[in-house]
């Protein structure tokens, strides 16, 4: 289990637990948080659950992107250096008090 | 005015299946999408990626798969409409009256939505600015190359596409390349011939940059770029072209008056029928307690559609269950000769 944040592009902020072995995409799917559209379902097919994470030490704590993770973000609305799909990262303790922001948009 | 049975909405391996369907039970079909090619998600996402889920087939790609099913119906000799998109519908006494954007129209007691997560359409440039040059000076597709010849010309994306043309204009346009990262993820050899191209000077790579606005005075003049870290530089560019790949759109879907939830159209599992008489809903795009988002899942969604349909475009007609084994009718149908 893990505490999550979720922020808005607009800065309205959700905070929920989110299971372990579920991914920070699914969390806030299942938990209805907007600005994360999960188009493809999780598949690393699609871009539209693009979050930055802003804090520098969090990004590092991360597990590394898989091959094929950039290219899709390549695609992704607005990418920067700190993107990440979050259909990619699966929760676990570790990921404990991670704060993902949204992008303005995912299409 | 085409007058058929059913109109399926998307190519993809679940309205692919559902026409199958439709043929070994009797009905005529004609199938739309917005694609220039048949396979849906499966031939524009990841034709080469294996599937390991297909009942009874261990492994196949995306194209095997999609190329399977063109067999399968091949019989019935289906009509495709690729490169179009169903624009409206309408409901006049029970029946429905399709019209694509290309101007095609269609009459048919039922219309099967098929449509993945909407139709795939290039992801433009985030910048306002750029939407007033769209279609004139920003392109995010290529008709005519002529037009780019002598001009300046500035590319932004890292794929295959981005790349491709960046070489080919190369040839007769002055040629800058954007990407926002060093690394590329076009073709091997694609890459290796563009870094050649900018170490001779013939095109300008410009990495670690993304657009920031768009400038002219009536007609484009330069784009401005900005790295990551706030540094801006302009360019002089007659044309900027934008590849960043496809996105999902669920598009005019959204105005037929059908029930939604989020991006999907919720329906009864009994024959995948929406809120309205005569409009299925199946794969994808179709959301009820339990919904797997899995090829399989579509196939049996579009099975149970294509019985819906039945009712209604042989209203006189008693559906009869049979199978392929041993119906003499559907063997007709299929041409199989014993």
Known sequence: MAKIKYIEFNGKEHEIEVPNGMTVMEGAVHGNIPGIDADCGGGMSCATCHVYINDDEWFKKLPEKEMGEDDMLDQAYEPKSNSRLSCQLIVSDDLDGLTVHMPEKQV | ?338
């Open chain 2, 1 to 338: 005015m085409i007058k058929t049975d059913v109109v399926i909405i998307g190519a993809g391996p679940t309205g692919l299946f559902c026409a199958h369907q439709l043929g070994i039970i009797g009905l005529k079909c004609e199938i739309v999408d917005n694609l220039d090619k048949i396979g849906g998600q499966c031939i524009e996402l990841y034709p080469d990626k294996p599937i390991y889920d297909i009942p009874a087939v261990p492994k196949c790609t995306g194209e095997e798969l999609t190329n399977n099913l063109i067999e399968q119906i091949k019989p019935f000799n289906f009509n495709f409409h690729l490169s179009d998109r169903v624009q409206e519908l309408k409901n006049e006494n029970d029946k429905w009256f399709v019209k694509t954007l290309n101007g095609k129209e269609f009459e048919t007691p039922n219309v099967v939505i098929a449509g993945g997560v909407g139709s795939f359409e290039p992801r433009k440039f985030p910048t306002k600015s750029a939407e007033k040059y769209d279609g004139k000076s920003v392109l995010y597709s290529i008709k005519d190359k002529n037009i780019f010849k002598d001009k300046s010309v500035v590319i932004f994306g890292g794929g295959d596409s981005a790349l491709d043309w960046a070489i080919e204009l190369s040839n007769s346009s002055k040629v800058t390349l954007v990407h926002r990262r060093d690394e590329f993820r076009g073709a091997p050899a694609s890459v290796q011939k563009v870094k050649e191209l900018s170490d001779n000077k013939t095109i300008d790579l410009i990495t670690k940059y993304s657009i920031k606005d768009v400038k002219g005075n009536g007609s484009l003049e330069s784009v401005e770029i900005k790295s990551e870290s706030g540094e801006s530089k302009v360019i002089k560019a007659d044309y900027v072209l934008g590849f960043f790949g496809l996105i999902m759109q669920l598009g005019p879907i959204a105005e037929w008056g059908l029930n939604l939830d989020k991006k999907t159209i919720p329906v009864n599992t009994e024959n995948f029928e929406t809120n309205k008489k005569g409009i299925f809903a199946i794969g994808d795009i179709c959301t009820y307690p339990g919904k797997l988002k899995l090829i399989l899942s579509g196939f049996h969604e579009g099975a149970l559609a294509a019985r819906g349909c039945f009712k209604y475009a042989r209203p006189d007609e008693k559906y009869r269950f049979e199978f392929t084994t041993a119906s003499s009718t559907i063997k007709d149908r299929l041409g199989v000769k014993e």
